[in-house]
């Protein structure tokens, strides 16, 4: 009974689609087809005059009137990269709160930005952040430049930062074309060719349609028209303002775009971590070498992460602290974390040691379990922590 009630669930949502789309495609083939059988050109002012009624008041934009903020708009565009507005937000106002101005972050230790980063991933990021603050107060005495070819050589900053930072911060008449102005582009002109490849020729169409002023908000309304309405599912072209002009809208495969060559899976990658606890107030911890994935974070001591990964040796690798003797416990279960290019699972092992004066093996710290939130832990270590926690007993 209960089977039947849910494939009828099932297939009446089926239905629901299919007739959701069909009213979509309606929608796109009356106003492209019925009124004018060729389509429209979009135009950028359409564009900019929905922008003025339906813009996302986000906390690094300027509000009307207001110019922006060079340092605001270079920091939210790096902290936007593969990240959610959603997270960044709550991370952006701490650091403006903390580093008001460039000079102010430049001058900070980097340890302590990244800790501030903790937790927003794609820890590259935060280190040329900071080298990029640096960079500005040395070669442009403390002033972004606005040219982007000058913008482009700062740390961190690629071809889309460059051409967003000219054209919010400064008004540079300039495309900057984030992955949300990527899929409207391609869907309004049903580009066929596949990204990555496809960049050079989204770019060349989005020039083609800048407005001879308001460059900046021309760039803020495609990123909002790709996150509000124009988004990777059920792109909501009814209420989009380049609805009549929208090549993959009339064709009723709107979805399909924006082509691209498929990702190949990453190979995942295995390994151990150790959590050892001081009589169940400090836990052991290191930094990574500066360089690298996860660079410069604190993480517990871990084993290689490797595709061989062999359990049996694990152990091998624990840490020692001095004429103390340990039990290490596998914990049940494992963590799992998906880096960009490989997904990784971890196995925990957890030790207790009693005495409180053990001091730490070279090149690790005690850490009271009090001060934790002031480390910079990227997820996945807060995540290897939470599990073993979890699973301690009482000393
Ligand atoms: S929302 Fe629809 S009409 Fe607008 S650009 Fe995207 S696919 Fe085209």
Redesign the pocket.
């Known amino acids: 009974m209960r089977l039947r009630l849910c494939q009828e669930a099932v297939s009446r949502l089926a239905v629901q689609t299919r007739q959701a789309k069909k009213t979509r495609n309606a929608e796109?083939a009356h106003s492209g087809g019925t009124r004018s059988r060729v389509a429209l050109r979009p135009r950028a002012e359409a564009l900019l005059s929905w922008y003025d009624r339906h813009c996302r008041i986000l906390p690094w934009r300027a509000k009307p009137g207001e110019r922006p903020d060079p340092y605001r708009v270079w920091l939210s565009e790096i902290m936007l990269q593969q990240t959610t507005v959603k997270a960044v937000a709550p991370y952006f106002m701490r650091f403006v709160t903390r580093w008001p101005t460039v000079r102010a972050l430049a001058a900070a230790p980097l340890e302590d930005v990244l800790r501030h980063w903790a937790g927003l991933g794609y820890y590259a990021r935060a280190r040329n952040l900071h080298a990029c603050a640096k960079a500005v107060m040395e070669r442009h005495r403390g002033e972004f430049p606005s040219e982007e070819a000058q913008l482009a050589a700062l740390p961190g900053i690629g071809t889309y930062t460059a051409a967003a930072i000219a054209a919010i911060a400064f008004e540079v008449r300039t495309a900057a074309i984030d992955a949300n102005g990527e899929?409207?582009l391609a869907?309004?002109f049903a580009v066929e060719a596949q990204l990555p490849a496809a960049k050079g020729r989204i770019r060349s169409l989005g020039e083609g349609l800048l407005p001879p002023t308001r460059a900046g908000d021309f760039a803020q309304a495609l990123m909002d028209?790709g996150a509000s309405?124009?988004t990777p599912r059920n792109?909501?072209?009814v209420?989009?303002p380049?609805?009549r002009a929208?090549l993959?809208?009339r064709r009723g495969d709107?979805e399909t775009?924006p082509r691209k060559v498929p990702k190949p899976e990453g190979q995942r990658r295995r390994g151990a971590a150790f959590v050892l606890l001081r009589a169940n107030r400090a836990i052991l911890l290191r930094s990574r070498p500066p360089e690298g994935l996860l660079g410069g974070m604190a993480e517990v001591p871990t084993t290689e992460w490797t595709h061989n990964f062999d359990e049996s040796a694990a152990l091998a690798h624990a840490p020692r602290p001095q004429c103390v003797p340990l039990r290490w416990r596998r914990l049940p279960g494992v963590v799992e974390h998906v880096f960009t290019h490989f997904p990784l699972r971890l196995t925990v092992y957890l030790a207790a040691i009693e005495r409180s004066t053990v001091p730490a093996p070279q090149g690790t710290r005690w850490v009271a379990l009090s001060e934790l939130a002031d480390e910079a832990l990227p997820t996945l270590m807060r995540k290897v922590i939470a599990h073993a926690i979890s699973q301690r007993s009482p000393l």
């Open positions: 796109c899929r409207v869907r309004l028209l309405i124009c792109p909501s072209c209420l989009c380049w609805m929208c993959a809208c709107a775009f």
